[in-house]
């Protein structure tokens, strides 16, 4: 999302009741592909267009590092709410919404006037998006059923994958050509078309009144408060020092993290992330295993084209190009290899098999000269890598997620998974000020030490995947 990465676990089961009579099934899938397709477009473009912004702005390494969190803070923290809102309000309501909070949000970045305004833009996107994501799959599910919802789910996930590997190019055509503000201009008509669309062809849904995810408001409030301060915390770290304000702001959060810890316990199934879930060590060993290889990549797509720009001269459009390889060999491999690697070798040695390449392509990345830098000898190959583990990881994450659940949890499963990815490339995000602002004058070099913490994580989620994940239990069908 400033995420181009497919999320790890993208499916709601169960058909819930309809209001309405049957939709119009092509334009569903239509509406509901655009819609989603808006947070990987938008994701995309911010990152080839982060430094042209922070020069406007004048902001320094923090504020290219808000820029990016104001919209993953609010679609981290609230995309499990708004699933639920869905639920009990209407998934076609929420979704219509969600475009039109999300066009006017993009609106009011294309004109910011000062610094705050384009922070309350982005987060106003943020606040979309999490509206869009959930309600978006829902409405698929509910609009299809048998071969046909597959099919649905899988042109979903291919168009959001097509998405994530097109804006990088296209909107660094339209930064170079057209200036930053246009590349939000040029979203807003996709909004309109997908809320068109949805307005004639989707029916109204809800989930049965048994079936109906829980409206947690308290539990959303207390963790995006936490989430807040705690991110906060970390990107005035490096420039402020441990000075007695960003230290409360760390202690506040853990305090407002740990309440929210203690409202879910004592909600037990009513509550937006049912703990009892992380009582399967399957599913904290998947829940692991995301947070740090989400963590890994988030920062990387965020990191790389940045450096690409200030410290090798590339334009956005060069810099969009460069990263083309990754997301266009993910959203080709994905579901094939995954899938096929996975029924062969099986789900917890391909898990860690595909964590084990990512490291290895982190690995290439630490190996980067400071000078004379080729991108086709010290920046593809690594892409490659990391492309070729993630493939291999993405669609057997999601089916474990969803073994390791059971039946009765696996639509939450999914949306906690989901919001851990989010969560994942926010941390990431945060901690990027220690690598702009310590390696200010040599970019290139500050991106092979971060390599290094991205090998860690690699490392860090293979092992999740090796000791916690039970074969038994995530190929029991």
């Excluded at 106003?124 to 509206?131: I, K």
């Excluded at 892409?383 to 073994?403: E, N």
Aim: include cysteine.
């Amino acid at each position: 999302m400033t995420n181009a990465l497919p999320l790890p676990c993208n499916v709601v089961a169960g058909k819930p009741e309809a209001d309405s009579p049957c939709p119009d099934k092509r334009g569903t899938l239509i509406a509901t592909v655009a819609g989603s397709s808006l947070a990987f477009v938008v994701g995309s473009i911010i990152n080839v267009a982060l430094p042209v912004m922070q020069d406007e702005f004048g902001t320094g390494a923090t504020g290219a590092q808000w820029i990016v969190n104001a919209y993953l803070l609010p679609l981290g923290a609230l995309v499990l709410i708004f699933g639920a809102a869905g639920d009990h309000y209407g998934r076609k309501r929420v979704f219509q919404m969600g475009l039109v909070i999300f066009a006017a949000a993009c609106l009011l970045c294309a004109v910011a006037w000062n610094f705050p305004v384009l922070l309350i833009g982005r987060a106003l996107e943020g606040v979309g998006a999490a509206m869009i994501a959930p309600t978006s799959l829902a409405i698929i599910a509910d609009g299809f059923s048998g071969k046909e919802r597959g099919r649905a789910v899988g042109t979903w996930a291919a168009a959001g994958a097509a998405a994530g590997a097109l804006a990088p190019l296209l909107g660094g055509i339209i930064v170079d050509v057209a200036g930053w503000r246009w590349a939000f201009v040029a979203v807003v008509p996709v909004a309109i078309f997908a809320y068109l669309v949805a307005r004639r062809s989707v029916r109204e849904s809800r989930a049965s009144v048994g079936d109906r995810a829980p409206l947690d408001w308290l539990g959303a409030g207390l963790i995006g408060a936490g989430l807040l301060a705690l991110i906060w915390a970390l990107i005035a770290l490096p420039g402020r020092g441990p000075t007695p304000t960003v230290i409360g702001a760390s202690v506040a959060g853990l305090v407002l993290v740990g309440a929210f810890l203690y409202v879910e316990h004592r909600k037990g199934d009513a509550a937006m992330t049912p703990l009892a879930l992380f009582g399967s060590s399957t599913f904290s060993g998947l829940s692991l295993l995301t947070l740090f290889l989400y963590m890994a990549l988030g920062g990387l797509l965020v990191l790389l084209p940045y450096v690409l720009i200030r410290d090798l001269g590339y334009g956005a459009t060069a810099a969009g190009a460069a990263i083309l390889p990754f997301p266009l060999i993910l959203g080709l491999l994905s579901r094939m290899v995954g899938g096929t690697l996975a029924e062969r070798l099986g789900t917890r040695l391909i898990l860690t098999m595909g964590s084990v390449l990512v490291g290895c392509g982190f690995l290439f990345f630490t190996l980067i000269p400071a000078n004379d830098i080729s991108y086709w000898r010290d920046i593809f190959p690594a892409l490659v890598l990391l492309a070729l583990g993630m493939a291999a990881s993405v669609a057997p994450l999601t089916s474990a997620v969803l073994a390791s659940a059971g039946d009765r949890y696996s639509g939450v499963a999914s949306g906690i998974n989901n919001a851990i990815s989010r969560i994942a490339g926010l941390v990431a995000t945060a901690f990027l000020g220690l690598v702009l602002i310590g390696s200010s004058d040599n970019l290139t070099a500050g991106l092979a030490a971060a390599a290094w913490a991205g090998a860690g994580l690699a490392a860090a989620s293979a092992l999740s995947a090796w000791i916690l994940v039970d074969t038994d239990t995530v190929e029991s069908d």
